[in-house]
């Protein structure tokens, strides 16, 4: 790895973003299971976490008779995906440092710098907002029908036809590209935030250089992601019990192999 870009975020210290492999994307995932295997209980927690509350949302969508939202909502889980790791990303740190895992101390980490992390959290919420925004205005711009009262009936629409497939297919775009801003704004500024006293801006412009200057591993490593979490949406949210802290241990190390922080003042 070589170091291709610094970004001077205040006096005293510089980031600088390294150029990595593609090879290194795979890295990422096999230091993510070592973790998982080094803190089993820890880890697991947060997976089985998420998976009773999308269960939970997913009930409440289903009894309430709103189907049409379930997709968008099952979408828009990727644009806040990055915060709700604060927890297996502290897991990870500790390990790094070779310290015994400990749950309160995950489970407390979004306190380490807690304001820059919370205007983060606000920036994802507003993207997802937005995208559920757009998600609506996708579906009821392309189907003027009576809103289906049942699973088969929301089928039937969405795949039969074409108003469905309509929706499918600008919907897929429109999230796809909301996505991958969210993705360049956030692939490591969470981690950052958590590691180091940087404000959110700093971390949202380390976060795109990292993505400017891997482009090709990044997109990969983005695909990767999204293959995990949908490959867990297909289990009924059961394979988050794993999955999710796999990718969450892998954006820490892809933080920790992107981002340089050198102590030293810029001339």
């Known amino acids: 790895m070589k170091q291709v870009y610094t970004l001077k975020i205040n006096k005293t210290e510089n980031i600088g973003i390294n150029e990595i492999p593609t090879e290194q994307v795979w890295q990422w995932l096999a230091a993510a299971w070592k973790d998982i295997q080094q803190a089993p209980g ?23 008779g709103n189907y049409y ?16 790791g604060i927890g297996p990303y502290s897991i990870s740190q500790q390990l790094e440092h070779n310290e015994n895992s400990s749950l309160k101390v995950a489970s407390l980490a979004w306190s380490q710098n807690r304001f820059q992390l919370f205007s983060m959290g606000v920036v994802l ?21 009576q809103i289906p009262s049942d699973w088969q009936g929301y089928i039937s629409v969405v795949l039969g036809s074409w108003e469905g497939l309509q929706i499918l297919s600008v919907g897929t775009f429109v999230g796809g590209m909301v996505a991958i801003a969210v993705f360049a704004l956030s692939a490591v500024s969470i981690p950052m935030l958590m590691d180091r006293p940087v404000s959110f801006i700093s971390a949202m412009r380390t976060s795109l250089a990292a993505v400017r200057y891997n482009l090709v591993s990044m997109l990969l490593w983005g695909g990767m992601l999204v ?25 820490w190390h892809a933080y920790r192999d992107l981002v340089t922080i050198n102590d030293r003042q810029l001339d």
């Open 69 to 84: 939202l379930l997709l968008p909502l099952l979408a828009g889980f990727l644009l806040i995906a990055p915060f709700i």
């Open 227 to 251: 293959t995990i979490i949908y490959a867990c949406f297909m289990t009924a949210f059961l394979g988050f019990i794993i999955g999710f802290p796999l990718a969450a241990h892998g954006t």
């Open 42 to 64: 820890q880890s697991l927690f947060f997976g089985t976490s998420l998976t009773l509350l999308s269960i939970v949302i997913s009930v409440g969508v289903i009894v309430t």
């Open 125 to 145: 919420l507003v993207s997802f907002v937005v995208w559920f925004m757009l998600a609506r205005l996708i579906f009821f711009s392309f189907y003027d029908g």
